[in-house]
């Protein structure tokens, strides 16, 4: 039976609840907005599926990248549209056009974020840019292994954790999936988010009458105005300042206003995930990640790449090829390509650390929002540097460059 003692042993990843066979484990979200399974002690058969399908408890070994490439999509407008060099409708469209099946991250009708398939370009759409939000996996397992045993091509993309989830769910290969993780910074609260949500957009007064709400309060029915988020828009700033901006309809009359603006860095959720304040236990020791997962392919952006032919500050992708397969499937998509090194590809690029220190007022943080401190009011408090200790910090900068 699964028992989580420690949630940073936990991931998240719902492998156990799906393989469950006499489905007696459930994802319930805890105080900070993470889900963790919970047994039905009295259904349990003591089968030990749980624990045999946890990735957590059945690491694989890692395996390191055959090749490391700088990319850009040829299609610009693909490319717009994605997060970073628009790799992810390249792949997705090569599924498709065999019949095939895409996995991936969209917004539900409250604007959480959960896994779902797509078998056409419009549901794949929907699945672009990133989502800087844990997703609920929920039975994307149990598809894709029905799809496989059809003999149907599955691209699968996700987190490293849920692509080792997914294999240690399916105990063994398939050669028409092809698993896509990415590089990960960490995945923040899906209850902070939902938080946010409804204290910027509901109505204030819809708020008070509401009364005091924990930090995980119900569905955002609240905010029915949202037409679109996107937390990387490159078109106001470009990719390296990309902006979070939240589309919707202010007015009768306007329909698709922007209701929101800002550059990540001046956004308090993101500047709250970007200083790890709200991710998952298990991201600050993520055993998932440097191809733990198996997966044939990795993406992410390529940040700190020095080729001034190649930055046109419209997004260059970054893609760590593990298996031949992967080799074989990428080399038919249509993409400029600049070889690299992994040594390169780690210099500016965070996603590859597997230890991060939880920000110090995380605890304070967590506290602040059940006493319904605003998120970003608590953000700030957290972020908060006296000023003594910005001088602090600034002689201290200026003695070490004089070393």
Known sequence: MINIKDKKDCCGCSACAQKCPKACITMVEDHEGFLYPQVDAALCIDCG????????????????????????????????????????????????????????????????????????????????????????????????????????????????????????????????????DFLCHGVPSPGVWRKYLDETFIHPARRAAAGKNTVLSSSLKSVPVITGIEFRDKKMHGWKKFSFVVRGSASKADKNSVLLSDIHNVNPYMRGFLSDIYLRPSCYQCKCKNGVSHSDLTIADFWGLKMSDVDDDKGIGMVLIHTEKGREIFETLDMEVSHSTLETAKRFNGGFNENVTPHPKRRIFYKKLSKGVPVESAVKMALHVPVYRKIYNKIRGLFKKLI
């Not at 959480?112 to 844990?134: D, F, L, N, P």
């Open 49 to 180: 599926w749980c624990e045999k399908v946890c990735p957590l408890l059945n690491l694989p070994e890692k395996i390191q990248p055959q090749e490391v490439l700088a990319v850009k999509n040829r299609n610009e407008e693909e490319r717009m549209a994605s997060s970073s060099g628009g790799v992810f409708i390249a792949l997705a469209k090569k599924a498709l056009e065999k019949g095939g099946v895409v996995f991936g991250a969209v917004f539900d009708g409250n604007w959480e974020v959960k896994h779902t398939y797509a078998e056409t370009i419009e549901g794949v759409r929907k699945m672009m840019g990133s989502k800087y939000v844990q997703s609920r996996i929920g039975d994307s397992y149990r598809d894709a292994e029905r799809f496989l045993k059809e003999g149907r091509e599955v691209l699968f993309t996700g987190t490293p954790c849920q692509i080792t989830g997914l294999h240690k769910f399916l105990r063994k290969d398939y050669p028409n999936l092809l698993p896509v």
